[in-house]
């Protein structure tokens, strides 16, 4: 099982590579890579006091998958497709489970429509707004091997975020 300590971290070539759809063939992959995901996240909350959704790729999964979990509310992106960006934007101060220290300031679209697959191959979609559009547009760059540094505003839109006291 993959968590906290297997979380790819800038610097890695894969972070910047564009990942592979997902086949219904690839059912026991996607329930392993799911379980990965959820247990990396809620380790790397229990460090960092942080993370709401981490993508296939932070954990060396090649995939196009998302894995977001709010509130004890987990939710499954496979094969996501953003297809609605506002023209509205938004300025923000993006964090990173590759970069658990690093605040990197960006612009992202207030609203964004998704469509996808759950994990009964059932296509869905949703529109999100504010920082749930945030996270969604953060993890699907990492499936297009995009990270929040190549977004940042300019040169002076880094920030150092210490690991909270344990």
Known sequence: MKGLKDIILLGDDRLYEVCEPLTKDDSTLIETIVVDLNNAMMEFREKYKAGRAIAAPQLGYMKRLIYMNIQGIA??????????QSKEMMELWDD????????????RHRTIQIRF?????????????DDLSELLQHEYDHLDGILCTMRAINERSFKWKPTPQE
């Open 75 to 84: 939710t499954v992106f496979i094969n996501p497709e953003i297809v609605f």
């Open 96 to 107: 990173c489970m590759s970069l658990p220290n690093l605040l990197v300031k960006l612009k």
């Open 117 to 129: 697959f759950d994990q009964n191959w059932v296509p869905q979609e949703l529109e999100l707004t």
